[in-house]
């Protein structure tokens, strides 16, 4: 069966309310009190429960996972980007090279977090895909306790500091409830951004439970995240010197929209001129150097749906190639931001004993800017203006602030190698195998090290255990816990030849599937809209040929026929079935998320998801105003921003409304008439005139006068602005969506409130 190019954007309607407090501790029982109380101090002998402590000695934690970074991309595994701080900890640590994950971010972060199978924390897709099954509902059991618990359990102080990904969407709100947001869930600081991404020069950040609101971000999140660990570290050492830490910390990178400093991305001038084919072939010699691969391993032939290299046009090759010094450059500036933290453990005397687990990727290389790559973001060619010819014009803007690109597939498929297919793709080594360095110079003997044993996402929770001596708790917060899933490694550490103790582990992200068992494995590739029952099964036996360059299924069928029980029989017990696609017909907007009606107030903050679903059907917003005698204007409320994006605005005296999708000239509807100073009521009525239109059709109302009319398309630029830009009242933050006014454009008059209302 001919394989379709699986590209699911990662989509939402609209936006929620994000702030609150950081309120949630371990809860203990009162404990017995074990002093002897008298009539008088004098006659008292004085006791105090005792303070959960760490194990003596017990090491420091980081778990550092990049976004999207796939096997062959760094040097430290034998990549064309020069990454010298992971190729430093490799070398004074451990390779694991056949370390896996799930396939796509929230599964993943959910499986690495609680040290179990991601479907059996009910986080089989994503939060905002989620369905009323037990494999899908989004919403991490607190049964299932995270590491961040568990070790706060044992005298650790626990930081998460980047992308977040697994609150579900009904509780992205003000109103909470915050039990599922990283504070709620045993970390004792939160620092970074809710959703799968967001923009690297103007990101959406929360501190806690609270949206940090700034008028202008003069730095790189990169930068923001190293500075915020730096002090917590700070604060935490200072304060305890003795008690350990747990970081999680997870960048946007490598995650689109691809954006690094330009002295970063020149540093790849021409480098990759000679194209993806040659790429792969000196990655892969690199990795039979370095003793990454087993001997034997087989380069698989390009992907047919990527084109050859020598067969593009000269204009293909030109921006193809800046694509991957972009991306490159965004790698590069990333591993060097991490050099900080390294650089600052040692200055305070800390490196040694800390523990840093370095997951190389969450899945693999990004498929998702498809053969051409995008410049502004975007999954989809928009309106058919994404062409070689415009992507041309963006070439200076690539990386910069002005453009959210992400590179061609051609580039995804040489940053996997020497693997087949890519992220998403959970039947396939390209979208589950990733690079993990291990580095503990307290407990690594063999450094420099390459360790061969199957290990999985899961496993580094058991690991974590193991090496600091924390015990499990039976229960965290009253809730009596599950068993882990996972399998520590580090019986691993001294023993290089040691056999794999994980010897099972299935995979499925929106119904590509595959079971791995001792060695051998079978997987189904799904493409969209067919019967699960027809997808083709295939047969490898990884342990002599790692790359599924030869499939076995029809030499072999009694194997296939074993392993395909095993799946079913993982899939009833971990919460897999039912199977589903991504964005499957069943899926909804889940209640109370999105309502028919709702009044925003001005003052809030950046939201998140729409509470009104204005996606796809008619709706009015509806401003309460009063204009002064010398008049106003500003932003009434704006979705989106310089990408893609709404806004309602006042400006030279009249009443706007703007479409922006990044690449054609934003739509202007302006009012015919002007504001006069009192009270009004500023309408912006949108009516689409059937579910399948294209387009529909925007009026502007002053007082219940119609002022203004024009029309706007249909598409994604409109809709959705959760992940790179939020939704505004009284402002637009981040990004503008108007080349008409600099953010964040403030209303200057009285805004008493904005009212979102669907219509059909």
């Not at 490159?328 to 931001?337: I, P, R, W």
């Not at 899945?363 to 415009?390: C, L, M, P, T």
């Not at 200076?396 to 602030?401: A, I, P, T």
């Amino acid at each position: 069966m001919k394989k379709k190019i699986k590209v699911s954007s990662i989509l939402l309607t609209g936006v929620l309310l994000l702030s609150g407090y950081n309120v949630f501790a371990q809860h203990d029982p009162e404990p017995v009190y074990k002093g002897k109380i008298g009539k008088t101090i004098d006659q008292t002998t004085e006791w105090y429960p005792e303070k959960k402590q760490a194990p003596k000695g017990a090491p420091n934690v980081i778990w550092l996972l990049l976004d999207d970074v796939g096997f062959g991309a760094s040097s430290t595994f034998g990549g064309l980007i020069s990454t010298p701080t992971f190729d430093s900890l490799a070398n004074n640590g451990l390779r694991y090279t056949n370390f896996h994950t799930t396939g796509i971010c929230a599964p993943s972060r959910a499986a690495l977090l609680t040290g179990r199978n991601h479907h059996a924390v009910h986080m089989g897709l994503f939060t905002f895909t989620a369905v009323g099954t037990p494999g899908y509902d989004g919403r991490i059991p607190f049964e299932t306790g995270t590491v961040a618990e568990i070790l706060k359990e044992n005298g650790y102080n626990t930081f998460s500091i980047g992308k977040w990904n697994l609150t579900p969407t009904a509780d992205e709100t003000q109103a909470g409830p915050f039990n599922r947001w990283p504070t709620g869930r045993g970390f004792e600081h939160f620092y970074g951004f809710l959703e799968a991404e967001t923009d690297e020069w103007h990101p959406q950040l929360w501190e806690d439970n609270q949206k940090i609101e700034r008028d202008t971000n003069p730095k790189h999140l990169n930068e923001l995240l190293i500075d915020k660990t730096i002090n917590y570290i700070a604060n935490q050492k200072s304060s305890a010197p003795d008690k350990p830490f747990f970081i999680y910390l997870a960048p946007g990178a490598t995650h689109d929209p691809h954006q690094a400093p330009k002295e970063w991305i020149d540093k790849y001038k021409g480098k990759f001129d000679s194209g993806w084919d040659k790429y792969r072939a000196a990655v892969f010699a690199n990795q039979q150097k370095l003793g990454l691969i087993p001997k034997g391993t087989i380069l698989p032939l390009r992907d047919p749906r990527v084109k050859a290299w020598d067969s593009l046009s000269v204009d293909e090759k030109r921006i193809f190639s800046r694509f991957m010094e972009v991306y490159a450059g965004y790698l590069s500036y990333t591993d060097d931001q991490i050099a900080r933290l390294i650089h600052y453990l040692k200055d305070i005397g800390q490196l040694d004993n800390t523990v840093i687990y370095v997951m190389i990727g969450d899945n693999g290389a990004s498929k998702e800017g498809s053969d051409r790559g995008s410049s502004i973001g975007d999954k989809v060619i928009i309106d058919g203006k994404q062409d070689i010819s415009y992507l041309l014009t963006q070439y200076d803007k690539l990386g910069s602030e002005y453009a959210a690109s992400n590179y061609p597939l051609g580039w995804a498929q040489a940053a996997n190698t020497p693997f087949r297919e890519w992220k998403q793709d959970a039947n396939a080594e390209g979208g589950t195998h990733n690079p993990l360095i291990l580095f503990y110079p307290n407990g690594i003997k063999d450094k420099g090290g390459v360790r061969f044993q199957y290990t999985h996402l899961i496993d580094l929770l058991p690991t974590t255990i193991d090496l600091t001596g924390a015990k499990l708790p039976d229960t965290i917060n009253g809730y009596k816990q599950k068993p882990l899933q996972g399998t520590s490694f580090a019986y691993s550490i001294d023993d290089a030849k040691a056999p794999s103790k994980h010897t099972i582990q299935y995979y499925e992200i929106a119904g590509s599937r595959s079971i791995y068992k001792d060695g051998w494995k079978a997987e189904a590739y799904h493409n969209i809209g067919a019967d699960f029952d027809t997808d083709e099964w295939e047969l490898y036996h990884l342990d002599k040929d790692w790359t599924e360059s030869k499939n076995l299924a029809t030499q072999d069928p009694a194997k296939l026929t074993e392993l395909k029980g095993v799946f079913d029989s993982l899939a009833i017990k971990y919460n897999i079935y039912p199977l589903k696609e991504l964005m499957g017909k069943s899926n909804t907007l889940i209640p109370p998320v999105v309502h028919k009606k709702v009044v925003l107030y001005n003052g809030l903050s950046q939201l998140v998801v729409a509470p009104v679903n204005i996606a796809m059907q008619s709706f009015t917003a509806t401003a309460d105003v009063t204009i002064p005698q010398n008049g106003a204007q500003g932003v009434l409320f704006a979705g989106g921003g310089r990408f893609g994006g709404i806004s309602f605005f006042v400006q030279d005296n009249k009443l706007h409304f703007v479409q922006a999708d990044g690449v054609s000239v934003p739509i202007d509807i302006v009012s015919d008439k002007a504001l006069s100073p009192g009270k009004a009521s500023l309408k912006a009525e949108f009516i689409r005139a059937s579910f399948f239109a294209q387009t529909g059709t925007l009026n502007l109302y002053i007082n219940d006068e119609k002022v203004g009319s024009g029309t706007l398309k249909i598409k994604r630029a409109m809709l959705y602005f959760n992940l790179n830009d939020g939704f505004d009242v009284g402002k637009d933050s981040n990004t503008e969506v108007s080349p008409t006014y600099k953010v964040p454009f403030k209303f200057t008059g009285d805004l008493r409130s904005v009212t979102l209302e669907t219509t059909k």
